[in-house]
Nanobody, 118 residues
Framework: QVQLVESGGGLVQPGGSLRLSCAAS????????MGWYRQAPGKQRELVAV???????NYEDSVKGRFTISRDNAKNTVSLQMNNLKPEDTAVYYC????????????WGQGTQVTVSS
């Protein structure tokens, strides 16, 4: 069982920055692919960025060049640095862990609100 706790959300003006963090409990963090997703009101949840156990990274097109995902296996954390934020980035951001060894298991955090507004 893995528990994920996100932090770092808030209200920011357009062009500003935020850093989201996701702390994972339990052991074997390094065998989980980690991702950030977001869900805006009235829209489906969408992938923002993912970092695999081997360090492969992929971003949704609209955040490329503005967002950076990273992980620290020693601290069981994954972060999302968000720069040059836009109003359309407003959403609840969720952390997701996908186990890559043995039985496939997926875990979600509770989400953190990011609001970009002047």
């Amino acid at each position: 069982q893995v528990q994920l706790v996100e932090s770092g959300g808030g209200l920011v003006q357009p062009g500003g920055s935020l850093r989201l963090s996701c702390a994972a409990s339990g052991n074997s963090f390094s065998i989980y692919n980690m991702g950030w997703y977001r869900q805006a009101p009235g829209k489906q949840r969408e992938l923002v960025a993912v970092i695999t156990t081997g360090g492969f990274i992929n971003y949704e097109d609209s955040v490329k060049g503005r967002f950076t995902i990273s992980r620290d296996n020693a601290k069981n954390t994954v972060s999302l640095q968000m720069n040059n934020l836009k109003p359309e980035d407003t959403a609840v951001y969720y952390c997701k862990a996908t186990k890559t060894v043995g039985l496939r298991q997926v875990y979600w955090g509770q989400g953190t609100q990011v609001t970009v507004s002047s």
